[in-house]
């Protein structure tokens, strides 16, 4: 026992006495104590002043620390812990404690429950010994697993944190993800109270003009596809690593390749193992020769299994002598920043595989013009600035503006519901949110277009023919007896709906099958290869196919954008009813109506004026040279209204080019780079570069080039337009939260600043939202700092007082 | 038998039932600030989701504070730098942030036992507090503000005589 000093012999007595009263002393000592008690009233009363002293300080202290809701953490604040307690067990414990846990699971169950009852009581002793006047019941409340109100909280996700899970098992893993799990228990995180955004939309049921014409600010249709980003299917060949979030990655050798590779039709014969086309729709659990895992553990440990990032190095800078033209795919998918918004609202960073910065930028609307003849499906803007955070570097933003359709002009569509309702889509994020959202885009249809509804995997069959726009009644009623459960699997599903498209198939129309689902495909094709083919087959026809992808641990984001991909169509994923107006009523020209497709860029660099470029996000989408002008190769689309952008770093000639990863001097060739004709003629050497882009038109098989030449403006940034500020703001956000090499003295604080300088006039609710985020990824950040306890200050003398 | 996920979440949500208002109140003291207080136990709340059950179940109570007490002073260094922990905190009277329990709408503590405790220097009283609020042991007093069992029952006695000094004045 360490020294203490007493004052004297009594106090050391009243010290044993009180630790006697909250029976703190072992056996020996309180018997000691209780032998001097025996004949010492002094001392016996002194003993029932402290322990009613205690009660006392029990009795007050405990009712003050349940007093009232002020104390209660916010709705918002429980949801984000119920969200992650959701998820998994740690995997690394899984890993090591497999076998273990096996039999924990099933030969120690009772042992468990028996230890945590003995630790309920053992807290209930504590909440009497404090004398709480609250009882806490303890006894179990039922955990409602389907929430009643249209939830805002992003859905709950999880992480492979263990590299070393990874590195053992590296195909089980990726493999076990794909357990098609039918349980009716869905891991979103009921909400308490009311949604957030309960109120806002689901009122409106004005029919929303198509395309809105009017001035920008008001929502000229954003970058459509929603795809939950970075749920590409691994490449488990190589051997996967953690990033230093933890993170499993797999390293893409080449990411062109795999992209491409992803959109071919034909398994290609590469490196790269079958698994990557991902055969998801397996209903076995396919754990490879390991002893097979209960079922119940798989289910458990789903939400972490669905989740794997490819890793995305960034663009380096490429030095204009070696390389002088840049060339990629457009894209406009903007999955990675709702689910970077998913991380940050759960005060998460997101692993760095999953902030794909273009996807990021395009999710925004942006005021670009239109084009100004009909000819050109879009225009392209070009604008130039210093960049923020590495101000001798010039940046260039490069836009795209898809033309829009006139109401007056849209074509007329014939769509196709086929929509899952298995039991799993009960939940409130799922068949509901679809249900408002299908409710939400059939009051901006007219007479001349057309909707059939289709269900599969808990009913089958036709829930309603092909029924004109205007009958609005007889849709929404349709739409409102959709429900979700039964467990009839497959029937009908795919083809009927196919066949309905087909029966009712409007000439120069939007002709499309819209599969909505969270994850389950017994559309009624046994085999997943048989859908694409068929999917495929359609499209020659002309009727394309998107998907809208719905809630959380069975979504199987990786198929999903593959089928779209195959339907010539967009794979979206929607986790609100925000969300579902966007995809489908703001943005439902663009996603359905394509202007442009195959669109591709190529950037030719003046070495006169430019040292060196990198090229921010796109990572995913790079080209080779000579795939510009091969019409074979398959690239982006762009819809009604679109906007695309994509940004440049710029090192100018005289700046000293970041890194100096040095090449030798050719030896056969000459070291200066020959003049090109532009710059023998002098024309060119104003231009910083020429921005050339290649389209077909949506039926058509030949592209059409474009040129658009650029001079460096000059301009300082502050003159740069809001639109430029916020997606340089957004672009260093994501350099931020990847912790990119590139990010030079970027910090939050910046970022903030860059992201309200460019919120324009009229801020939309997307770029205020974008603020928030900034600063939830800056506390996240903050509070990741190692945690130094500190001790209980020693008792000094006290000054003064005593 | 319950699934294991099942299982978690009751856990959880057993635990966020149970502790959440002292938990707030306890970092509501530490902090000086009820919303910080608040994301301070519910990143508590989140960190408890990254544990498995097992490993934690038989000490709940003192996990759940040590990490509270561990986030609340972190929390309270960086948003108030000037204010050295070490100093006790017998000031509180005369600092302009009234102190936390005033602000309660219901007033719990009687005036004597409010006064009185709040002469105590701010040790004493945060061990006290964590003895007779929250009802945590020696052992787990001791762990949670990294002092020895003698010393926290040293704190605890040295306290309740003062109390009782101040409380025997009053009457």
């Known amino acids: 026992m360490d020294p203490i000093r007493f004052e004297n012999e009594h106090d050391e007595l009243q010290y044993k006495l009180t630790a006697y009263a909250l029976g703190e002393l072992d056996d020996a000592q309180a018997r000691e104590l209780e032998e001097q008690l025996k004949n010492n009233p002094a001392l016996q009363a002194e003993l029932e002043e402290i322990r009613a002293l205690s009660a006392r300080l029990s009795g007050e202290l405990g009712r003050e620390a349940q007093a009232g809701d002020q104390l209660r953490l916010s709705q918002e604040q429980k949801q984000t812990i119920h969200a992650r307690a959701d998820e998994a067990v740690s995997p690394l414990k899984l890993t090591q404690t497999q076998q273990h846990s096996r039999r924990v699971m099933w030969w120690r169950s009772a042992g468990v429950l028996a230890a945590m009852a003995a630790c309920v009581a053992v807290l209930v002793t504590l909440q009497q010994v404090s004398q709480q006047q609250v009882q806490t019941p303890v006894a179990s409340r039922p955990t409602t697993t389907t929430g009643s109100d249209v939830a805002m909280q992003t859905p709950a996700e999880s992480e492979i944190k263990s590299d070393k899970l990874a590195a053992s098992q590296p195909r089980a893993e990726s493999l076990r993800g794909t357990v098609r799990l039918n349980d009716n228990v869905t891991p979103f995180v009921p909400s308490e109270g009311a949604a957030r955004q309960n109120g806002t939309v689901l009122g409106q049921t004005q029919s929303t003009p198509l395309m809105e014409q009017d001035a920008p600010g008001s929502g000229s249709a954003p970058a459509s596809a929603l795809k939950n980003g970075g749920f590409n299917p691994p490449a488990p060949a190589a051997a996967p690593a953690t990033d230093d979030r933890g993170y499993a990655y797999s390293k893409q050798a080449d990411p062109a390749r795999r992209r491409l590779a992803a959109l071919a039709p034909a398994p290609e014969t590469t490196d790269k193992p079958a698994a990557s086309s991902s055969p998801v729709l397996t209903a076995q659990p396919m754990i490879a020769d390991r002893d097979s895992i209960p079922h119940e553990l798989t289910r458990t440990h789903r939400s972490f299994n669905t989740e794997a990032y490819d890793t995305i190095t960034d663009n380096p800078f490429m030095a204009v002598s070696q390389n002088p033209l840049s060339t990629f795919s457009i894209d406009v998918d903007t999955g990675a920043y709702a689910n970077v918004r998913r991380f940050l609202n759960m005060r998460r960073l997101p692993p760095a595989g999953a902030v794909r910065i273009e996807e990021m930028i395009n999710y925004f609307p942006y005021h670009y013009e239109g084009p100004r003849d009909d000819k050109t499906p879009f225009a392209v803007h070009v604008e130039t600035g210093s960049a923020p955070w590495a101000h001798e570097h010039r940046l260039v933003k490069i836009g795209l503006k898809g033309k829009e359709i006139a109401q007056a002009q849209k074509p007329a569509m014939n769509l196709v519901f086929l929509i899952d309702v298995s039991g799993s889509m009960t939940s409130a994020d799922k068949l509901p949110l679809l249900k408002e959202g299908m409710k939400l885009l059939v009051n901006g249809l007219t007479e001349n277009d057309r909707v059939s509804i289709v269900v599969y995997a808990g009913a089958a069959g036709l829930v309603l023919d092909s029924t004109p726009g205007s009958e609005k009644n007889t849709i929404l009623a349709a739409i409102d007896k959709l429900m979700a459960g039964g467990s009839t699997n497959g029937g009908a599903g795919i083809q009927l709906a196919y066949e309905l498209a087909q029966r009712h198939f409007i000439k120069e129309g939007v002709n499309r099958v819209i599969l909505a689902s969270d994850g389950d495909f017994n559309v009624g094709v046994s085999s997943r290869d048989q859908l694409i083919k068929m999917i495929e087959e359609k499209r020659q026809t002309g009727v394309f196919l998107s998907v809208l992808g719905f809630g959380t641990g069975n979504l199987k984001d990786a198929t999903m954008e593959q089928l779209a991909n195959k339907g010539n169509g967009q794979y979206h994923y929607i986790d609100s009813i925000r969300e579902a107006r966007k995809v489908l009523v703001h943005q439902m020209a663009g996603n359905l109506i394509t202007i442009a497709k195959d669109v591709k860029i190529q950037v030719e660099f003046n070495p006169a004026r430019v040292q060196g470029y990198r090229l921010i996000g796109y990572e995913n989408r790079m080209l080779a040279k000579e795939d510009f002008n091969d019409d074979t190769k398959d690239a982006g689309e762009i819809g009604a209204g679109h906007t695309v952008t994509a940004v440049y770093e710029v090192v100018p000639v005289g700046v000293k080019m970041p890194g100096d990863r040095s090449v030798d001097p050719l030896k056969y060739q000459p070291v200066e780079p020959k003049l090109g004709p532009a710059a023998i003629n002098g024309l060119a050497s104003e231009e910083l570069l020429t921005v050339k882009l290649r389209y077909k038109q949506p039926d058509g098989d030949v592209s059409t080039k474009l040129e658009v030449p650029v001079v460096d403006s000059g301009k300082p940034w502050q003159e740069a337009s809001s639109d430029f500020k916020f997606v340089a703001s957004v672009a260093q956000f994501g350099m931020l939260l990847r912790n990119s090499p590139y990010k030079g003295t970027s910090d939050y604080a910046q970022v903030l600043d860059l992201a309200q300088s460019g919120l324009g006039e009229q801020p939309d609710e997307y770029r205020q939202e974008f603020v928030e985020l900034i600063n939830k990824a800056r506390q996240i950040q903050e509070r990741q700092q190692p945690t130094q306890p500190a001790p209980l200050p020693t008792p000094t003398p006290l000054p003064a007082r005593e | ?171």
């Open chain 2, 1 to 171: 038998m319950k699934q294991p996920t099942h299982d978690r979440q009751q856990w959880i949500r057993q635990a966020v039932e149970q502790y959440e208002r002292p938990l707030v109140l306890y970092a509501w003291r530490l902090t000086m600030n009820l919303e910080l207080a608040r994301e301070v136990v519910q990143d508590t709340f989140l960190k408890l989701c990254d544990q498995t059950p097992e490993d934690i179940q038989d000490h709940l109570a003192q996990w759940l504070y040590t990490v509270c007490r561990n986030r609340s002073l972190d929390v309270a260094r960086k948003e108030k730098p000037m204010k050295p922990l070490s100093e006790p905190d017998h000031l509180v009277k005369d600092q302009q942030t009234p102190p936390p329990e005033s602000q309660l709408e219901q007033a719990e503590l009687s005036q004597q036992l409010a006064q009185a405790l709040s002469s105590l220097p701010a040790n004493q009283q945060e061990v006290i507090r964590l003895k007779f609020q929250h009802g945590l042991s020696y052992k787990d007093i001791a762990k949670t503000t990294q002092l020895t069992t003698t010393h926290v029952g040293y704190l605890i006695h040295v306290g309740i005589k003062s109390l009782r000094q101040q409380l025997a004045a009053q009457a």
